[in-house]
């Protein structure tokens, strides 16, 4: 199954819808019995927020998460397209001029973190005559998004007037954790400021007289590392896809992850340099002796970041096995230059599979591209362009 991306681009992403599987089951025993919401935002970051939300849907998870209204109603159309008709859809962030009433027929479940959108929506709901379902968000700390303080009490008391009008419901309570990667003791003080912030404004809205049926503060690291943030529902994003929320915490195969995502591109030319030939813009990497060198069709506007120059490693599959290689001068905008060693004879050849990110034995991490590239593992697979084609498997890993 291939969705996206031109035919003809050699490069290519394989995501394993199984891995994904295996990862939401192994987050639903660290939340025990709360309700799990798939994160889905930045195309299932990066992975195909088709694919990925029916991969999930078929785990058994109900809920979604995305950030855009407009990503929410195209994940509503996919879902639907495939025959869900229970799956509830979230969204947190919207335009000051949103259609609301569009994301109202669409069923969408939304955020509020003000009095300017949840009358904006309230008004959509009179319109089309419904009940908006909502969730009110509080900040605990994120300085991002969220009410803080006297700002959510009196959030929560329009809120409970539009609720009495009929025109919304008060679903849930919500919030995001800054911190939560964060296990050492001053991390766990953080965080129980960050709870009592949460139950305050839970203490608030009931006092307003709301009754949400869903309170949720936790992502993938209050997942795994603070259960008393579990709540009735966690949202899980990087978790999901099998990767950790903090490397240096617990890796993936210690919190039992699998990384779902794979990006590779044929070597499509080999070559030897002389020695004092440099390679690419600004020759900031130079063949001490002679060099093999490879060609591999894929750059920075396809995501791979520049970052990676002269650093991030790569894999080759070759007939004598794996070639642990590592990109050669600055990654171009469309290519990157890898080395193919010094030998007789390159390492690799024309058409050998040139592995960026991968999980098979010696493949680079997406958290080792990230500690190449100084960033986060999230940003180096949501960064991945659509432009490459995105291929998926459903086998069981042998
Ligand atoms: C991205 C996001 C999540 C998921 O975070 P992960 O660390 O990827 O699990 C959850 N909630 C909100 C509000 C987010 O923005």
Known sequence: MTNSGSDHFPGQIDVDLAAIRHNLRTLQQRARGSQLMAVVKAD?????????????????????????????????????GAGVRDARVFAWLAAPNQDWEAALSAGLHLSAS????????????????????????VDVGMGRGGARGDDFAHLALVAARLEAEGLITVEGIWSHLPEADDITEAGHETMAGQVARF????????????????????????????????????RVGIG??????????????????RPAL????????????PAGAGVSYGATWRAERPHWVGLVPLGYADGIPRHGSNSAPVTVQTVDGPFLSQILGRVCMDQVVISLGEGDEPAARVGDWAVL????????????????????NYEIVTR???????????????
């Not at 990925?52 to 996919?78: D, H, P, T």
């Not at 990110?357 to 986060?376: L, Q, V």
Request: aromatic share 6%.
């Open 114 to 137: 003000s009095t300017f959108t949840l009358e904006s929506i309230a008004a959509a709901a009179q319109t089309l005559a419904l009940t908006a379902p909502i969730h009110l968000k």
């Open 199 to 234: 139950e305050r404004a839970l203490a608030q809205a009931r006092e307003a007289g709301l009754e949400p049926e869903l309170r949720h503060l936790a992502a993938t690291s209050g997942t795994l590392w603070y259960p008393e943030t579990h709540y009735d529902l966690v």
């Open 357 to 376: 990110i991968g999980s098979g034995p010696g493949e680079p991490s997406a958290d080792e591209w990230a500690r190449a590239c100084g960033t986060i």
């Open 44 to 80: 299932a970051y990066g992975h195909g927020r088709g694919p990925v939300a029916l991969a999930a849907y078929e785990a058994g998870v109900r809920w979604f998460g995305v950030s855009q209204v407009n990503e929410a109603l195209k994940l509503v159309a996919e879902l639907t």
């Open 384 to 398: 991945l362009a659509p432009t490459i084609s995105r291929h998926y498997h459903q086998e069981d890993q042998p």
């Open 262 to 273: 794979s990006l590779g591109a044929p070597v499509i030319l080999v070559k030897r340099l």
């Open 240 to 257: 999901m896809y099998g990767l950790s929320p903090n490397p240096q915490v617990a890796s993936s195969a210690d919190l039992n992850l």
